[in-house]
């Protein structure tokens, strides 16, 4: 059976009618995605000290795995043997994988950007590897992952407009050359594998115009928005993300890579975006820092040393109902892994905790009301941040 | 209220006929206790890497802690403000404490041995502390432990025996002292919490006779023996633990401090010993060794990279009922913190396993025949290997 069919189906649920935010459904093979939707991030086949129990009592829907880590290590005859990363990580819910692209910019020594691909250095032991888009395809097949990302190249800030729009453009015939290595290709594993278009084109309006209008000719189930919080002026951050939803077609799901902040979660949603991966709410749980509704706490304050109250009062996960912050901070003092699972597992909590509040305001027509109310709160604590996307954990 | 109630209850529920391996239960403030029992080491007041969810999963009964960690770190006075270590930690099974007096002399820099007690230098920052008996009983009331340990002297292996001999002397008049000095005290969280003797005298018979008839003219409601498992060979070990046995009463409970594999609980339950502590299933599961009943193995192997097959396919551990051997190893190789938890579950679930056995085998009265049956798989593996005892994590 060849991979014809490219689309899973998506259903807009709702539409707030004072922002473009949207409420939907993506089926997938491994079930539905309700979005917005929030993916944490598993670079090598787990979600950094946690386990998929964990995940699921979380609420996660789906995780983001990186095709980069996972071809070096455990690497693609393994994947392929275990049937699958779904089976062999014991996830059954969707995965989202990125191209690898990214990594090979952020991660690994790269030598050379050719018209067939990138010549790159593992960051492991300094092996050679050159990615080209059907072996992006091959490595996401083996991995099995539910929607699948062609290879591109993301330009850093601030960039030239000549270099910008060079990777543009071979981002474009990347993606034309990913979608037919992948409809040629027959399901790996018996499930149907979705690729999307990533638009490029760095801050420049002309070039993301362009990119988009491209891809969507090329009619994508979906569209990634990548090249953006690299470490640019959420300004224009927020610019080109409005722009970008404006150039895509509305029935179909738009992804906004290696985003970020409640904050950032909250503007790019209401300017129309579905979906989002990022590393902050576990690397900086690892790091000791915990998200509320009231802001970011850090439990190793040295204030938090005899407060016998859990990380938020209301919050229903496995680390507030059964911990303090007292207890938290002596963890993290005495180095105990215990304490990164904690906070991690509070942070990804709170992070589905988020979506799925923006899905039911979404729902009931509050969705503009409420997001200024509690953005006012978290952009205090948030103001002038900038998250680098490497989405890699 | 004063501390006057020594015992909690011990019944021997059934004895074997071929060895002095008995069955029994001990009555806690937190619960009973069934003999023979293991318990894991809680060092910083967290079993390294799992949760007291798991712990419990896993069918721990209770935990050891480390009085001299727990005193530096998180200090008195935050665990008395938590109202003691269960509620700190969030664990309400019985946690037993060790006297500190071990990682005084085999992890902090021992500045001088006096008549009152030991003057040392904090591991994590050089300060200066000086442990006396009421001290050491004054730690274990802050972390409000089920079972309490005087301050005690243990000799390394070799020793001389003069040295041996002033050591278990000294080791008896502190024993006196904390006695003393427990029995002064008010409940600190309203439950008892019962002091223990330690046997010490090294490897030399008259002086474990001594301090055996000594403690227990003291009329300790349990006995612990110390001062094994420091590098003495295995015959010399199994011959002290015997000739501790047959100077104990026979109707109180006798804990092997700091013991071991799963070889040395076979012999030593045989030997009529009914609890034990050691950080080896939690230590070198982290280290990617797993127990199983047919012997240990590595999952960083690499022959495990595409073994598709749990540790152990008949154990109902969480590990085991979720993952492959080839996962685990990729996590390890990945250096991903959930390998350290993964295995350390399997092994805290082998070993409870292994002492839920000893007590259905004592009770149906074959414990004698399967244990030389499983010792001879078990110790193929085994054979040789000493354990040190540190009892810190």
Same mark, same amino acid.
């Given at each position: 059976?060849?991979?014809?069919?490219?689309?899973?189906?998506?259903?807009?649920?709702?539409?707030?009618?004072?922002?473009?935010?949207?409420?939907?459904?993506?089926?997938?093979?491994?079930?539905?995605?309700?979005?917005?939707?929030?993916?944490?991030?598993?670079?090598?086949?787990?979600?950094?000290?946690?386990?998929?129990?964990?995940?699921?009592?979380?609420?996660?829907?789906?995780?983001?795995?990186?095709?980069?880590?996972?071809?070096?290590?455990?690497?693609?005859?393994?994947?392929?043997?275990?049937?699958?990363?779904?089976?062999?990580?014991?996830?059954?819910?969707?995965?989202?994988?990125?191209?690898?692209?990214?990594?090979?910019?952020?991660?690994?020594?790269?030598?050379?950007?050719?018209?067939?691909?990138?010549?790159?250095?593992?960051? =492991?032991? $300094?092996?050679?590897?050159?990615?080209?888009? @059907?072996?992006?395809? #091959? +490595?996401?097949?083996?991995?099995?992952?539910? /929607?699948?990302?062609?290879?591109?190249?993301?330009?850093?800030?601030?960039?030239?407009?000549?270099?910008?729009?060079?990777?543009?453009?071979?981002?474009?015939?990347?993606?034309?050359?990913?979608?037919?290595?992948?409809?040629?290709?027959?399901?790996?594993?018996?499930?149907?594998?979705?690729?999307?278009?990533?638009?490029?084109?760095?801050?420049?309006?002309?070039?993301?115009?362009?990119?988009?209008?491209?891809?969507?000719?090329?009619?994508?189930?979906?569209?990634? =928005?990548? $090249?953006?919080?690299?470490?640019?002026?959420? @300004?224009?951050?927020? #610019? +080109?993300?409005?722009?970008?939803?404006?150039? /895509?077609?509305?029935?179909?799901?738009?992804?906004?890579?290696?985003?970020?902040?409640?904050?950032?979660?909250?503007?790019?949603?209401?300017?129309?975006?579905?979906?989002?991966?990022?590393?902050?709410?576990?690397?900086?749980?690892r790091?000791g820092?915990?998200?509320?509704?009231?802001?970011?706490?850090?439990v190793?304050?040295?204030?938090?040393?005899?407060?016998?109250?859990?990380?938020?009062?209301?919050?229903?996960?496995?680390?507030?109902?059964?911990?303090?912050?007292?207890?938290l901070r002596h963890l993290f003092?005495a180095e105990e892994l215990l304490a990164l699972r904690l906070v991690?597992?509070?942070?990804?909590?709170?992070?589905?905790?988020?979506?799925?509040?923006?899905?039911?305001?979404?729902?009931?027509?509050?969705?503009?009301?409420?997001?200024?109310?509690?953005?006012?709160?978290?952009?205090?604590?948030?103001?002038?941040?900038?998250?680098?996307?490497?989405?890699?954990?």
């Open positions: 059976m060849i991979n014809k069919t490219k689309s899973h189906t998506f259903e807009i649920l709702a539409e707030d009618s004072k922002s473009q935010a949207r409420r939907g459904v993506l089926q997938t093979a491994h079930g539905s995605l309700e979005t917005p939707c929030f993916f944490p991030v598993g670079t090598a086949g787990t979600v950094k000290t946690l386990s998929p129990d964990e995940l699921v009592a979380a609420g996660v829907q789906g995780i983001l795995a990186n095709s980069y880590h996972l071809y070096l290590r455990p690497g693609l005859d393994v994947l392929r043997s275990a049937g699958g990363l779904h089976k062999f990580m014991n996830w059954n819910r969707p995965i989202l994988t990125d191209s690898g692209g990214y990594q090979v910019f952020s991660l690994a020594n790269l030598k050379r950007v050719e018209d067939e691909g990138v010549l790159f250095q593992s960051h =492991i032991d $300094g092996s050679y590897h050159f990615l080209t888009p @059907a072996k992006v395809i #091959e +490595i996401q097949r083996a991995i099995g992952s539910d /929607l699948m990302m062609p290879l591109d190249l993301c330009a850093p800030y601030p960039t030239t407009y000549a270099q910008a729009k060079e990777w543009h453009e071979q981002t474009l015939l990347w993606a034309a050359e990913a979608r037919l290595e992948q409809e040629q290709q027959p399901f790996l594993y018996g499930h149907p594998q979705e690729l999307w278009g990533i638009v490029q084109g760095s801050t420049f309006e002309d070039l993301r115009r362009e990119s988009a209008s491209e891809l969507v000719a090329m009619n994508f189930p979906g569209y990634a =928005i990548g $090249g953006l919080a690299v470490g640019e002026p959420r @300004a224009i951050f927020l #610019e +080109i993300v409005e722009l970008c939803a404006e150039l /895509l077609p509305e029935e179909m799901p738009r992804y906004l890579m290696g985003v970020g902040t409640p904050a950032d979660l909250l503007d790019a949603v209401a300017l129309g975006m579905d979906f989002f991966d990022c590393v902050l709410p576990t690397r900086v749980g790091g820092s915990a998200f509320t509704w009231k802001g970011r706490l850090s190793k304050a040295a204030h938090e040393k005899e407060a016998f109250i859990p990380i938020d009062l209301d919050c229903p996960c496995y680390t507030c109902r059964n911990f303090t912050r007292a207890y003092v991690s597992l509070h942070n990804l909590h709170f992070y589905q905790e988020l979506m799925a509040r923006m899905r039911g305001r979404i729902a009931d027509g509050t969705f503009s009301v409420w997001k200024s109310e509690i953005q006012q709160i978290l952009r205090e604590v948030e103001s002038g941040e900038q998250v680098a996307n490497n989405a890699t954990e």
